[in-house]
């Protein structure tokens, strides 16, 4: 899974961070809501079996379902093209039964619209040919489309807990388990909470785990002090000949007996384990490897480096600190910023996002020079240029905006963002001829820019220039049931 965290085309790998990188012979994935809470979950099969993942973000951002019923054709209307349209941003889909490798996806359409709570229009293009438009419809429902017919909203049946597939489990990693020296009642986890740990199930009968024993010693020997290595005997009536094997070769890390509890919650039901194993957690007491076979170290020295290494990667950080941002949770943002930059110190992602935030902070000056900092080593980073634009708007140095935000065009030409915040700069400085061309500007890059339209009839009309109705008719046509556009219509109408 990869996440874009900027504007720039870089895509971060964070299928570690989401727990998606099963260790399987994947086959195929399909996104669906398998609990029914309105947002897409994925169920992954691979040759060892299906994974079942829970979407369990809690954003709050709304969403359309779509189904379609044709009348004239194949009823599952496959091939009908859907648009959904909110705001400005038209997404599409198409309807299908087979997506990637194998799979079979359901006949529905999802499409995720932000915070809006109403769809300004969906069009639908069925496979007969015939088109049909519908208008401010409302999110977070089940919309059913009958050719021909109006539609019917719903709302999503959400799935009972108890038909829900069970979690993956905790291993039992917190409860006490007996070592192989203890006489006295068990008190000690089998996995210790703030050191990575290693657990290893074996048997001296079994000749796979006597050969990767030394390997387990020399491992446990090169990490210690640094993670936690545990030996599980699934021998536990003859005692002699798991300390027999124990001292043949050499091991020094604790050893604890398995039991039947133990066994089932590592190997299943039926408690039958698969020797050998072994499993890596980290400092959490949460599951980040498996291996129901023999390993070498090879096998097992990249997971142990990266639970031991200190610095959690920049690009890792720079996508905690900008999450942290959307949620508005600036000290946390600043905290993982700040590590990154002690990683790359010269890092202009990095540096324009702890810029940004702390233009918002009490001393907003020290983000304006940090946001200058990242143009002397590149003028040409036009996000940076933005976001200086934004940091001096919010000290009200509305003509060093406007100044920054020129720098960012001047780069980056036909970037509407840029555009609507010198159209905005520039009406709030009441320069209304520059206003004027910056949003024409805007409106033949992109038709359908409300605001854009909004503002240019607002303008001529205060101006007294000719194409203000035209330009609030478009704007009508665009948002038809705003009351600010209806009457500034209205208003030119009657003139």
Not at 29 to 39: E, S, T, Y
Request: net charge neutral.
């Amino acid at each position: 899974m990869y996440l874009n965290p900027n504007k720039e085309g870089a895509f971060v790998n964070i299928g570690y961070s989401m727990k998606l990188d099963f260790d399987d012979d994947g086959r195929a994935a399909i996104p669906l809501d398998i609990d029914g809470d309105g947002d897409l979950d994925l169920a992954v099969m691979s040759l060892q079996g299906l994974h079942l993942a829970e979407n369990r973000s809690n954003m709050k951002n709304t969403f359309a379902r779509i189904k379609l019923i044709a009348t004239k054709s194949q009823h599952h209307a496959l091939g009908a093209n859907v648009e959904v349209h909110t705001k400005g941003t038209k997404q599409q889909d198409y309807v299908k039964l087979i997506a990637g490798f194998q799979s079979q996806v359901l006949p529905l359409l999802h499409f995720g619209t932000g915070k809006h709570t109403m769809i300004d229009k969906v069009v639908i293009r069925w496979p007969s040919g015939k088109t049909e438009t519908h208008l401010d419809l409302p999110t977070n429902k089940l919309l059913t489309f009958t050719e021909g017919e109006n539609y019917e909203s719903t709302n999503l049946k959400s799935w009972p807990a108890q038909a829900l597939p069970p979690e993956v489990p905790d291993y039992l990693v917190h409860r006490p388990v007996a070592r192989l020296e203890e006489t006295a009642v068990p008190t000690t986890p089998l996995v210790k909470k703030g050191t990575p740990t290693v657990v290893n199930f074996w048997a001296p009968w079994c000749k796979p785990c006597q050969k990767e024993l030394p390997m387990l010693v020399e491992m446990a020997s090169a990490y210690q002090g640094k993670i936690d290595f545990v030996g599980v005997s699934v021998e536990t009536e003859k005692l002699d000949d798991v300390k027999a094997a124990i001292k043949l070769h050499a091991i020094k890390y604790d050893q604890a007996l398995a039991d039947h509890a133990l066994l089932e919650a590592f190997f299943g039901r039926q408690g039958e384990a698969a020797l050998p194993s072994t499993f890596v957690f980290n400092a959490e007491q949460k599951l980040v490897r498996a291996f129901r076979r023999s390993i070498e170290a090879k096998d097992l020295k990249a997971h142990l480096d990266s639970l031991v290494r200190k610095d959690k990667g920049v690009s890792y950080l720079l996508v905690l600190g900008e999450s942290a941002m959307k949620r508005r949770d600036y000290a946390a943002a600043e905290k993982h910023f700040k590590e990154a930059l002690a990683l790359d110190p010269d890092n202009r992602f990095v540096l324009t996002q702890y810029g940004t935030i702390l233009a918002l902070s009490p001393e907003p000056a020290k983000g304006i020079k940090m946001l200058e900092r990242v143009l002397k080593v590149d003028n040409q980073f036009h996000y940076a240029w933005d976001r200086l634009a934004s940091a001096r708007k919010e000290q009200n140095d509305l003509t060093g905006a406007l100044k920054a935000i020129r720098q960012a065009i001047k780069i980056s030409p036909d970037d509407v963002a840029y555009l609507v915040q010198e159209a905005n700069l520039l009406i709030a400085l009441q320069n209304d001829k520059a206003a004027i061309e910056t949003l024409r500007k805007i409106t033949n890059i992109k038709a359908d820019e409300f605001m854009a339209w909004f503002n240019l009839a607002r303008i001529l009309h205060k101006t007294k220039k000719a194409g203000a109705l035209s330009a609030a008719e478009t704007a009508a046509k665009l948002r038809p049931k705003d009351p600010a556009i209806q009457e500034l219509f209205m208003m030119l109408r009657e003139q």
